[in-house]
């Protein structure tokens, strides 16, 4: 849907919460070529402190429905999703989702189904578009590592968000890692073991077999107590790639150093998410698919991985995933 150069694209955004309000304030005046054009919450006083002038609702299907809105960005609860989605495909409007693509995988092929192609789908798999992921990976690509062997990663945040369940930290949490390392690699998961440490369930190990031999292994602690923590190291045959600790600055004072960790997501991925709403914007302006986006089909095979993922911790443990078609 090419919008011409002179205007700028309505974004509407669905949830007025930590991230879409995030969001609300990235296309109200740091994403160039779009306005943020109507902000929806069930709370409209909620929506009313990042609306800026915008247009307010209280229900999700009226914005879509609102021809001040060209583009849908939702962030409202996952189980929300599909609806929400299916309602921008009836009306061709491009739509980013917030990851998970939909709360289940029958959900999500709805959705493939319906975009049929199109490409007015993205999910929001925002570490594409982070400069640490995106060096590993053009490593990787450079032949500068070699055949990649492990993928070792760590995601822990400081608490567990109040909303959280028990199967969401790998829905939720881990489905960064199950997207992130699958584009870094290039690679498809084969099969999986999965187990839970300690008995609160919020510490999650997984070890992810893949197509071209790498093993990629995820930590996720959803209460790790110091700080929102992600790392990555990828190791080859010719050498090893990692992220450097994510600290802006390093204090050395009263002979120590010290490094500060962000309190959560935002704080360390705060570039990515302004990156990819530019890049989403400009696609849907220039009518045309970028390939650094994550599609519906991306986020039908992250919501599948997780789905059995979720399905070995709660039964045996380990065995194949199914995740082709
Ligand atoms: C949260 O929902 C997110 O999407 C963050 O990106 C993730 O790091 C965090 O663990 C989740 O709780």
Known sequence: MPISSGNTLGVGVIGAGVMGGYHARLFAGRIGGARLAAVSDPDRARAETVAAGARVHSDGMALIRDDAVAAVLVAAPDAAHHGLVMEALRLGKPVLCEKPLAATVAECREIVAADAGRGLVCTGFMRRFDETYREMKAALDAG????????????RNQIAPGWFTGPMIVTNAMVHEIDICRWLLGAEYTAARIRAVGDRGDLILAELETDIGAVVRIEVFMNAAY???????????????????????????????????????????????????????????????????????????????????????????????????
């Open 227 to 325: 700080g929102y923590h992600v790392h990555a190291e990828l190791v080859g045959r010719a050498g090893a790639v990692a992220m450097a600790e994510p600290a802006p600055v390093r204090l050395r004072a009263a002979g120590a150093a010290q490094a500060a960790y962000p309190a959560d997501w935002i704080g360390r991925f705060a570039d990515s998410y302004r990156a990819q709403d530019q890049a989403w914007v400009a696609a849907c302006r220039a009518g045309r698919a970028d390939p650094d986006l994550a599609t519906a089909q991306d986020g039908l095979v992250a919501t599948r991985c997780c789905a059995q993922l979720v399905g070995l911790l709660e039964g045996a443990g380990s065995g194949a995933l199914a995740l082709g078609g």
């Open 144 to 155: 500068r590592v070699g055949a990649p062997m492990v993928l070792h990663c760590v995601h």
